[in-house]
């Protein structure tokens, strides 16, 4: 095997095989050595850049691979024998370290999917939370993009007479919100989305400001109009965290998007509801959150 290594490393013609002795020249083998330590330093500053920090399993940062343990050190004084260890000790780690990047390379690929597949998720969600409508779903007739004006419209004969005056006609803001508050005891949802919606418009720092922006979105629902109640239901939440009605606003936040077939997003809301009022979470309020939760398969 002698011959074939020398001729390997030699290459044709040299000298010494011209003589029929497989014997390098000491520049020669001076040669080999410094395109093996290149080789071997290639390795090491490619381990470094892809593995940075050094792994045990490659070469080590700044001294020669040792050769394999399976193998016996070679006899002092057959250098041939001892490049050839290590010329196979590069390609074993070559090879080892290609496995790595590939694996790498598809660890990286499933990260890219999961976080497309988790961002379009989440847009999906607050897109939802905002009453937005999911991709596909069929847009919402023109009647249902804005509460109507606030017409003379009558309330039901059945229902009772509506109020004699319009509700923003009062005099102090009790008093209006009182008003607009009878449109949706006289049941005249249209009228009573309109005018709580436009009381909380006119008076945010009032203490009914929770409520009749509450009350608006429970007049939308009446109406099944279940995205313009969701809206306001979350608006009511985020404008009005303290007010009377916040936790019933999540609530029913819930419900809407349980009517708009959204039930991670309606679990979304009945979390936040557990998590930021606890210690409204009694009676009927906790009751209705529990059968809400069930309904939506939210989980203990």
């Given at each position: 095997?002698?011959?074939l290594l020398?001729?390997l490393v030699?290459?044709?013609?040299?000298?010494?095989?011209?003589?029929g002795?497989a014997?390098?020249?000491?520049e020669q083998?001076?040669?080999v050595?410094r395109?093996?330590s290149?080789?071997?330093?290639?390795?090491r500053?490619?381990?470094?850049?892809?593995?940075?920090g050094?792994?045990k399993?490659?070469?080590a940062?700044?001294a020669?691979a040792p050769p394999?343990?399976a193998?016996?050190a070679?006899?002092?004084g057959d250098?041939?024998?001892?490049?050839?260890?290590r010329?196979?000790?590069i390609e074993?780690?070559?090879?080892?370290?290609t496995?790595q990047i590939?694996?790498?390379?598809f660890?990286l690929?499933?990260?890219?999917?999961?976080f497309?597949?988790s961002r379009?998720?989440?847009?999906?969600?607050l897109?939802?939370?905002e009453g937005?409508?999911?991709?596909?779903?069929?847009?919402?007739?023109?009647s249902?993009?804005a509460p109507p004006?606030?017409?003379?419209?009558p309330?039901p004969?059945?229902?009772?007479?509506a109020?004699a005056t319009?509700?923003?006609?009062?005099?102090?803001p009790?008093?209006a919100?009182?008003?607009a508050?009878a449109?949706?005891?006289?049941?005249d949802?249209?009228?009573a989305s309109a005018e709580?919606?436009?009381?909380a418009?006119?008076?945010?720092r009032s203490p009914?400001?929770?409520?009749?922006?509450?009350?608006?979105?429970r007049?939308?629902?009446?109406?099944g109009?279940?995205a313009e109640a969701?809206k306001?239901?979350?608006?009511?939440y985020k404008n009005?965290p303290q007010g009377?009605?916040?936790?019933s606003?999540l609530?029913?936040?819930?419900?809407?998007?349980?009517?708009?077939?959204q039930?991670?997003a309606?679990?979304d809301?009945?979390?936040?509801?557990?998590?930021?009022?606890?210690?409204?979470?009694?009676?009927?309020?906790?009751?209705?959150?529990?059968?809400?939760r069930a309904q939506?398969k939210c989980?203990?």
């Amino acid at each position: 095997m002698a011959p074939l290594l020398a001729a390997l490393v030699l290459g044709p013609g040299s000298p010494a095989l011209a003589q029929g002795v497989a014997v390098p020249t000491t520049e020669q083998m001076r040669n080999v050595e410094r395109r093996v330590s290149t080789l071997e330093s290639q390795m090491r500053a490619v381990q470094r850049e892809v593995f940075p920090g050094g792994d045990k399993r490659f070469f080590a940062a700044d001294a020669p691979a040792p050769p394999p343990p399976a193998q016996a050190a070679p006899p002092a004084g057959d250098p041939l024998i001892e490049l050839t260890m290590r010329l196979e000790a590069i390609e074993s780690q070559q090879r080892s370290l290609t496995g790595q990047i590939e694996e790498l390379q598809f660890r990286l690929r499933q990260v890219e999917t999961a976080f497309e597949k988790s961002r379009g998720d989440t847009e999906f969600r607050l897109n939802a939370l905002e009453g937005g409508r999911p991709a596909g779903s069929p847009a919402s007739p023109p009647s249902a993009q804005a509460p109507p004006p606030a017409a003379t419209a009558p309330a039901p004969a059945a229902a009772g007479p509506a109020p004699a005056t319009p509700a923003r006609s009062a005099a102090t803001p009790e008093e209006a919100y009182q008003a607009a508050y009878a449109f949706y005891k006289a049941r005249d949802w249209p009228r009573a989305s309109a005018e709580l919606a436009g009381f909380a418009a006119a008076n945010p720092r009032s203490p009914r400001a929770s409520n009749a922006h509450y009350w608006a979105g429970r007049a939308e629902m009446e109406q099944g109009r279940h995205a313009e109640a969701a809206k306001l239901f979350l608006s009511g939440y985020k404008n009005w965290p303290q007010g009377a009605m916040a936790a019933s606003s999540l609530l029913w936040l819930g419900k809407a998007l349980i009517a708009m077939q959204q039930p991670r997003a309606a679990c979304d809301a009945l979390n936040q509801l557990r998590t930021a009022y606890p210690d409204r979470l009694t009676g009927t309020l906790a009751t209705e959150a529990e059968a809400a939760r069930a309904q939506a398969k939210c989980g203990p």
